[in-house]
């Protein structure tokens, strides 16, 4: 089947008498390939290992029921986890110097075994070797079958004289074969965070990445989607989803070759970040999510969120309280009675949790601004002379839940911790150290650091009374040296860094498993699901003028369920109230504005928002498959409805960013043999409700829902119920 004259790389290793470690490798090259399998309820990875080189070739992912063809002659760019150095000559995902300076590595089939860890998942691990080298490199590919998702990581493991250099060091590098490839990418800043940008892929090598080695996400989230033959759709295609599971440094490569084949190479960034490794030490790459779909991005991101909500993130089905965050309203300027008096208004609105922001902390450096304290995590005691508990008892007599803000990673140099431990700021030697925010980052490759870390947060978060943690972090390093690490060692840094940090998000979700926890850098500078498995949810940007928020949680819903995305009603913008509680309405609902500064306009819009997020739209947004109907970037509105697994209720929202028609929306998921009735929901004080319609769901899908929308910043949420 599989014709090749070539001598085997297997063949020359048993040639040169290296049979101590080819007898380990088990004969692929007898009888025919092997076939290796990951499948899930309807996605096929499909692998085998050719009998003549005893590779690992791919034969293609996709489609559950597609049947390939094995190739009339083997083709090396058809690895499916490629080597640099020995005859593949695209982009690797590999990259070793061996102890003894060879810069080739080889690997050929050694064995495979899948094991159902529980009904829904079976962890398929193939473990390949260099057959001239004691080098042992296992690819884990966990199948999550309900989901259609596929988790890669490689574990890299040798047991050479001396450490091996890694040069690249990727998590995957499957292909695909399409006519045409569109790549979306989800880039952005500070307060644009999440832009959708869509292209056709052209041969050459596209390269996504972070280099700022902490919370990767500033410029681009590490996540993105490929549609085949046509840029994505929402409900019709063949399209792939792909999101890596670190915070650090990544790259996610998109190589188009001269065969007119696409190659995605995900993983931690090889720029500035060749790693040494030790002999019989085991090196993990970061996990990366894949996922297909022949209906479009729409199933691409449902698969991703009822994955989160399954296993990517933390109490996947438990309500995320309604918050009050105060640091819009207050920054850092406040005291106890400041807080104490924003717990009344709270209250009055219906929220359920008070999130106390920056700035309760530092007392020789007070944090009065973001200059001075970070570092210093005892409670200022001008502002706070009763304490943290204080605050948290008096939340508490009110109803409130209490949760506090908490930046362990930095460091400003104006602090206590600052002037005891200048060592252990990341710089570079004999450079200026470069600040951003007045702050730098703590080296938490350092095991006192990862101490003082784990006393920033455990000591505020077990302060009594305390049921919720904002962790932030509010710079990125630009300049990596670490005084602990050797010089041959100083590329490491980012890579133990986010390890390390890894282990302390990890450590609080289990030492305080109550404790409800959000990330936050800078804004949505940290959204990765290496990061969310430890959190709840994540504050997506500080810009929260409604108009922009709708294409951030537009852009970040892509990948995570609305429960996890954070949405609060502010000021900013100045937006009309009904239109800012709206779009708030579609995530995870909150507030922050102080209420003794709001209209009456204004406190009446939350205050029927907030009742209605708890009575019914809280449990659509969170449990509901989300459906984009119209984007914000193709035209002047926006609409998306959720829709409860089972098809009984859906939630629609319609945003209208600049004037347009009041054309029908159409929904989406809904059953179109069932009856249902429409109802609009939050309408605004000064129009009167239409009347409830009941509607077969088929003339529903097809006729859509009139709405009353037409000048840029009218909204409306319908709720779509089944007609008992
Ligand atoms: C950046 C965050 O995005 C804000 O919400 C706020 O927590 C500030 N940091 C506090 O410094």
Redesign the pocket.
């Known amino acids: 089947m599989i014709m090749t004259t070539r001598i085997t790389r297997f063949a020359v290793a048993l040639a040169t008498s290296l049979a101590a470690f080819a007898s380990a490798i088990s004969p692929a090259r007898a009888g025919g390939p092997i076939r290796i399998n990951v499948e899930t309820a309807n996605s096929a990875l499909k692998l085998f290992v050719a009998p003549e080189d005893s590779r690992l070739y791919e034969l293609g992912y996709g489609a559950a029921k597609e049947n390939y063809d094995f190739p009339k002659k083997l083709n090396r760019q058809e690895e499916f986890y490629p080597q640099y150095g020995d005859g593949f000559i695209s982009q690797p995902a590999l990259q070793i110097t061996h102890a003894d300076g060879n810069t080739s590595t080889s690997l050929a089939y050694v064995k495979r075994e899948t094991s159902n860890l529980d009904p829904d998942i079976a962890l398929t691990k193939i473990e390949l070797k260099d057959p001239a080298y004691p080098l042992v490199v296992t690819l884990c590919l966990k199948a999550y079958r309900d989901e259609d998702v596929i988790e890669q990581w490689s574990e890299i493991r040798h047991e050479e004289p001396a450490p091996i250099t890694m040069l690249r060091y990727h998590s995957a590098a499957p292909a695909i074969k399409a006519k045409d490839y569109f790549l979306t990418q989800f880039q952005g800043d500070y307060k644009r965070e999440a832009t959708l940008a869509e292209e056709k892929l052209t041969p050459g090598i596209k390269v996504l990445d972070s280099k700022i080695g902490v919370r990767a996400t500033r410029y681009r989230i590490p996540s993105v989607i490929i549609s085949l033959d046509g840029p994505a759709q929402e409900e019709t295609g063949e399209t792939f989803g792909a999101s890596l599971c670190w915070s650090g440094s990544f790259s996610i490569e998109a190589e188009l070759d001269w065969q007119n084949r696409l190659r995605l190479l995900a993983g931690i960034n090889p720029v500035g970040q060749q790693y040494r490794l030790k002999p019989k030490e085991t090196f993990k790459t970061p996990g990366v999510l894949w996922t297909w779909s022949d209906k479009g991005k729409g199933q691409v991101s449902r698969n991703f969120h009822r994955w989160a909500k399954k296993y990517g993130i933390r109490d996947g089905d438990k309500p995320r309280p309604i918050l009050f ?1 105060n ?2 309203a207050t ?2 300027d406040f005291d106890d009675a400041k807080i104490v008096s924003l717990f009344d208004g709270a209250k009055d609105l219906g929220v359920e949790l008070f999130l106390l ?3 309760w902390f530092g007392n020789k450096h007070p944090r009065d601004n ?1 200059r001075a304290g970070l570092g210093d995590w005892e409670v200022n005691r001008k502002k706070l002379p009763q304490g943290l508990e204080h605050l948290a008892d008096e939340a508490k007599k009110r109803g409130l839940g209490f949760g506090i ?1 908490i ?1 362990p990673e930095m460091v400003n140099p104006q602090s206590e911790l600052f002037e005891a431990h200048r060592d252990w700021a990341i710089v570079q030697r004999n450079r200026e150290p470069e600040l951003s925010r007045y702050q730098l980052v703590l080296d938490l490759t350092r095991p006192d650091v990862q101490q003082h870390a784990w006393k920033s947060i455990a000591g505020p978060v077990s302060t009594r009374g305390v049921s919720y943690v ?1 962790w ?1 972090a ?1 710079r990125y390093v630009t300049q990596p040296g670490s005084s602990y690490l050797p010089p041959d060692e100083q590329t490491h840094l980012m890579v133990d860094y986010n390890r390390a940090l890894l282990a302390l998000m990890s450590r609080m979700a289990k030492d305080f498993p109550d404790v409800m926890a959000m990330a ?4 949505g500078g940290r959204t990765d699901y290496g990061t969310l498995k430890h959190f709840h949810s994540f ?1 997506p ?2 810009n929260t003028d409604p108009r922009d928020r709708v294409k951030i949680q537009w852009g970040f819903g892509h990948f995570f369920p609305a429960a996890t995305i954070g949405a609060h009603v502010t000021a900013m913008g100045n937006r009309p109230p009904k239109f800012a509680c709206d779009v708030a309405l579609s995530g995870a609902f909150g507030v922050d504005r102080d209420v003794s500064k709001m209209s009456a306009e204004e406190r009446r819009a939350i205050t029927n928002a907030i009742a209605l997020y708890k009575s019914t739209l809280r449990q659509i947004t969170s449990r509901g498959d989300l459906y984009r109907l119209e984007s914000p970037y193709d035209g002047p509105r926006a609409a998306l409805d959720y829709v409860m697994p089972d098809a009984s209720k859906a939630a629609l929202f319609v945003y209208q960013l600049a004037d347009g028609e009041a054309k029908p929306v159409k929904p989406c998921g809904l059953d179109p043999k069932r009856r249902y009735t429409v109802r609009e929901l939050n309408v605004a004080a000064d129009s009167s409700p239409s009347d409830a319609k009941s509607v077969d769901g088929a003339a529903l899908l097809r006729d859509g829902i009139p709405v009353p929308c037409r000048k840029e910043f009218d909204s409306a949420i319908f709720e779509i119920s089944e007609a008992k």
Request: proline share 0%; glycine share 14%.
């Open positions: 965050n640091w819009e920054h850092t922001d920056d700035g973001d803000w930046e904002k932030d509010n936050c850098a800078g804004g504050w940007s500080d």
